[in-house]
């Protein structure tokens, strides 16, 4: 059993140990539930690892040129949990010439290769009707409403609002996937930032594992969770001199892995809980919950799969996908991983990573090396608490397994061995140097609670004085304004008893550091019912802690541990509006979100 405390008693000292009066504890969904499938009753290292880099997994450009695709949103069904299950209704990404698939199909692009995607709603059925939402919907959330009718009686029936965003790009305003640029089928309904026109990805950034997913605001979870995920990843010179050099596994020895967390009903279908037990019955059902976390693990779409390979370094390209679930992966056999990039390209040097550690939204590169183990299973294994870092164990039989790897291939001698280098990137050291910034940001992270009692994760400044003090919602006024071109440092004070992987929209950061703090809580009374913090009185304490060796690539998602202060520095490249928030989904759609602008 979990603990949740709260931080809404006036003048509060918060610090590392958190020891703090308020608490409450959280139940397990699972136990609510009694139509669900039994994990433990699932086959596991049956179903064969899709790779979503393999070539027929890719997608193809709809233009001779090869620079426009036509991509549409859709429902399908395919099978998740394996032989003698039936398959699953999901959604996806597809088109005319290639199939709907979860997750969706994976982009593959050069470097300063623009490309400009047309991304199409047909969340419809075969009338062209809107479907309802595969999960019941929380309408009291501020959300990405169609109908504009607040609180609605009974179940949501639909349209589906949606919005790609491609989580890592440096990309234009217009084409980021904002939140409120949400779109219904046949466009009949949209959001404030609509954009009708076909998004534009200038690829103008280094070699790295960028991933695509849903954001419409107040149903992202609800959509990624349906299947709208999938791999965009970014190749360059740099790169193909590392493979070139075979300094790097290519080919079918480089594997993309998304890996997720379900649960599934007794009818093999995807399953959201939409109830918290511990509050009263006359809180909204549905109800946005904490946090979500399922007992059954899927890699590419695949409930513990397992991978044939050779006795060999392979290279891996992992995304933590889930709702809630931190991972902290680690293989058996004495094997570990060797890290070799981080969110948006390579470090300087290869890292060996016993105990690979990824919150939500995070990526990490690495080289598994098979050689020597002809015979032998690998599995991959995960050991991270929920909530993180302090939270319940893992289930040994269920959640502490992810997939395994099956070294039965002979070494295919025609395709010669890698090395890995000493240098991984052309140019070492700080790519965003703090050095060159012009003004030092103090943000929080808190939680709080909304006006039916709920848990509400919120961000918001840190201020001695001013209306926009503490922490603040979805519309309140825009706090944070960085010049074009300029670098910031941006120091995040984490209220919270969780980690939280907060995410930039638009830039590649660099990690500085880490520093333990405490300070005095004041409640906020704020709109809409909510009430919130103010934190004042910041004391810092021990010493400041350097990035993790792993952490000093390219960055766009970060974890901030509670009782910390963690201090990132950003250049901001491209004018206009975007967003940085947690990558806890449940924590985005419940207000842990806020615009930013980039002026001139």
Same mark, same amino acid.
């Given at each position: ?52 880099? !393999?070539?027929? *997994? ?27 299950? $039936? ?14 698939? &979860? ?30 939402? #595969? ?56 959001? +404030? ?7 534009? &990805? ?59 967390? +379900? ?44 991978? !044939? ?16 679930? *931190? ?15 981080? !969110? ?12 690979? #550690?990824?919150? %939500? ?56 061995? =890698? ?37 509400? %994760? ?37 209220? =919270?008893? !969780? ?17 333990? *703090? ?21 004391? #810092?304490?021990?010493?400041?802690? $350097? ?13 901030? &541990? ?9 250049? *901001? ?22 615009? &930013?602008?980039?002026?001139?």
């Amino acid at each position: 059993m979990t603990s949740r405390r709260s931080f809404i008693k006036s003048s509060t000292a918060i610090g590392a140990s958190m020891l703090l009066p308020g608490m409450r504890t959280r139940k397990s969904w699972a136990h609510t539930i009694p139509s669900l499938i039994d994990a433990r009753s699932i086959p596991k290292y049956v179903n064969a690892l899709p790779n979503p880099l !393999d070539p027929s *997994f890719i997608f193809n450009p709809t233009t001779p040129a090869g620079t426009h695709y036509e991509i549409a949103i859709a429902q399908t069904q395919q099978n998740i949990l394996g032989p003698g299950f $039936p398959d699953t209704t999901v959604w996806g990404y597809g088109n005319a010439l290639q199939s709907t698939t &979860y997750p969706g199909r994976s982009f593959v692009v050069r470097r300063d290769q623009q490309i400009n995607v047309h991304w199409k709603n047909e969340l419809v059925d075969g009338q062209g009707n809107a479907l309802p939402h #595969l999960f019941p919907v929380d309408s009291t959330l501020h959300w990405a409403d169609p109908l504009q009718a607040g609180r609605i009686e009974g179940p949501y029936l639909g349209p589906v609002p949606v919005v790609s965003h491609v989580h890592g790009g440096n990309t234009p305003a217009d084409s980021d996937g904002h939140p409120d640029a949400w779109f219904t089928p046949h466009n009949t309904h949209v959001g +404030r930032l609509f954009n009708p026109h076909p998004f534009t &990805y200038p690829n103008d950034q280094e070699a790295g594992t960028v991933w695509y997913h849903d954001h419409a605001l107040g149903i992202t979870r609800l959509n990624v969770y349906a299947g709208l995920a999938g791999f965009y990843i970014i190749r360059d010179e740099n790169e193909d001199k590392l493979t070139a050099d075979r300094n790097l596994p290519t080919g079918p020895y480089e594997i993309a892995l998304a890996i997720q967390d +379900r649960m599934f009903t007794a009818a093999g279908q995807l399953f959201y809980p939409t109830s918290d037990p511990e509050l009263p019955p006359e809180v909204p059902n549905p109800s946005v919950l904490p946090e979500f976390f399922g007992q059954v693990m899927l890699v590419n779409g695949k409930a513990w799969p397992v991978l !044939d390979v050779e006795p060999r370094q392979y290279r891996f390209r992992i995304v933590n996908g889930c709702d809630s679930r *931190f991972l902290a992966l680690m293989l058996t056999s004495d094997q570990t991983f060797v890290q070799i990039g981080t !969110d948006l390209g390579f470090l300087d040097a290869p890292v060996k990573v016993p105990r690979l #550690l990824l919150g %939500t939204g995070e990526r990490a590169d690495v080289v598994v090396d098979f050689h020597g183990l002809h015979g032998k299973t690998i599995f991959m294994r995960n050991d991270a608490k929920t909530p993180f870092p302090d939270g319940d164990p893992v289930d040994p039989h269920t959640t502490g397994q992810v997939m395994a790897f099956r070294v039965s291939k002979h070494h295919n001698h025609s395709i010669p061995l =890698t090395k890995l280098p000493d240098d991984l990137r052309p140019v070492s050291g700080p790519f965003t140097g703090p050095g060159s910034a012009v003004k030092t940001r103090r943000l929080l992270l808190f939680e709080g609670l909304d006006k039916f009692g709920r848990l509400q %994760t919120m961000l918001g400044t840190v201020r001695h004085n001013g209306p926009n003090n503490g922490t603040l919602l979805w519309d309140d006024p825009i706090t944070e304004q960085p010049r074009l071109g300029d670098v910031e440092v941006w120091e995040v004070y984490n209220t =919270t008893v !969780d980690a939280h992987p907060i995410h930039l929209h638009l830039v590649a950061f660099q990690v500085l550091d880490r520093q333990r *703090f405490r300070g005095m809580i004041d409640a906020k009374a704020m709109a809409e019912g909510s009430t919130g913090g103010i934190l004042s009185d910041i004391r #810092l304490r021990g010493a400041v802690r $350097p990035p993790e060796p792993n952490e000093t690539g390219p960055k766009d998602t970060v974890l901030m &541990y509670p009782g910390h202060v963690t201090r990132i520095a950003a250049k *901001f490249t491209r004018e206009g509006e975007y967003v940085w928030h947690c990558h806890i989904l449940s924590h985005e759609d419940h207000e842990m979100m806020r615009p &930013y602008q980039v002026v001139i």
